[in-house]
């Protein structure tokens, strides 16, 4: 009889599982149908997010090319749009050359799409540039990137020039 009981108790034990919920997601994208939510996504894309803007301090095109599609697309804060690796290849040489980047990242949070499963980060930094002149000037820069495969496919930037700092009295 204790026997019994024991067999019906795992059973039920056993047949007892927790109602698996749908991530729900927050947020919304007016594109597509206009229900998109989104969740976290792996801090795997944080990882090559990194990698990639380290590449741009360590000036090394190659290394941003590869953690990028060949078909990547870049929407520049002035309106000017890249297109392709190669063309980027092109204006990174010019940037390095004429500005001497250094990026600090301060702030990245990598999302994914519910119902699409896209997979971006919104991340910002602060830019420092030097011209030939010398001129020094900061940028604070937020970028919205998709990822495809894991990797960098379409990057939308955001530019802003930090506020003058308080007088002194």
């Known amino acids: 009889f204790l026997i019994f009981f024991i067999l019906l108790f795992a059973i039920l034990i056993a047949s007892c599982t927790a109602p698996v919920e749908e991530p729900k997601g927050s947020g919304y994208w007016g594109g597509g149908d206009g229900d998109e939510k989104f969740v976290n996504a792996s801090d795997e894309l944080t990882e090559i997010y990194s990698q990639w803007v380290q590449a741009h301090n360590d000036k090394d095109i190659e290394k941003i090319l590869s953690l990028e599609t060949d078909s990547i697309t870049i929407a520049l804060s002035n309106g000017n749009v890249i297109k392709g690796s190669e063309e980027h290849s ?22 994914k799409g519910v119902s699409n499963g896209e997979e971006w980060i919104i991340a910002g930094q602060n830019v420092l540039t ?10 604070l820069r937020m970028i919205d990137a998709q990822f495809v495969e894991g990797k960098l496919n379409y990057i ?14």
């Open 90 to 111: 092109e204006r990174l040489s010019n940037y390095f050359e004429s500005q001497n980047p250094n990026w600090k990242m301060y702030w990245a949070l990598p999302y």
């Open 156 to 169: 939308i930037v955001y530019d802003k020039k930090p506020p003058p700092p308080p007088a002194q009295d």
């Open 130 to 139: 030097i011209n030939s002149d010398g001129e020094r000037t900061v940028t």
